[in-house]
């Protein structure tokens, strides 16, 4: 199942990249979410850097492992991330528009390792028009945070 969303900020590709690939910020502000974050690798955040993450989701325990796959500083970011039988991809593609606005375009895809898994994806197809929502709401709101944090 995959996700595309793309949006327009009035920052530069600089600064975007800068907000978004800051993991010691995520690192910090997962406590607050209620999400346990544990890195694997140590040194500073680069290519294969990996998580541990565990949290409750949908009223139920969950653990996954998450690696930075791709960085290509201020254009991409990729991280691919597993839970059981899941996998994850989030891929994120900065384009600088001019020199003072980005684009930031978002690629969330999920897959299923097993029988099992993939028709439990195929029952969220359902609610494909939901999930698209709400993660187009996610997106707006942090792009809106990373603008005012530019305005400051």
């Not at 995520?26 to 890195?39: C, D, L, Q, T, Y």
């Not at 299923?112 to 187009?136: D, E, N, P, V, W």
Request: proline share 3%; with cysteine.
């Amino acid at each position: 199942m995959k996700f595309v969303h793309s949006r327009d900020l009035n920052v530069p590709v600089e600064f975007l990249f800068g907000r978004a690939s800051d993991f010691a910020a995520f690192e910090s502000r997962a406590p607050a979410h209620g999400v346990e974050v544990h890195r694997l690798t140590g040194g500073p955040v680069g290519l294969g850097c990996q998580w541990q993450i565990a949290g409750i989701l949908r009223g139920k325990p969950r653990q996954a492992e998450v690696e930075l796959t791709r960085i290509s500083a201020p254009d991409h970011l990729t991280i691919v991330g597993h839970s059981g039988d899941y996998w994850l991809s989030v891929s994120l593609n900065f384009i600088a528009l001019t020199k003072r606005s980005s684009r930031l375009e978002v690629l969330i895809e999920a897959k299923g390792a097993t029988l099992r898994s993939r028709i439990a994806l195929q029952t969220l197809r359902l609610a494909r028009g939901r999930i698209a929502k709400r993660l187009k709401a996610a997106i707006t709101q942090a792009a809106k945070k990373v603008e005012s944090e530019f305005q400051r």
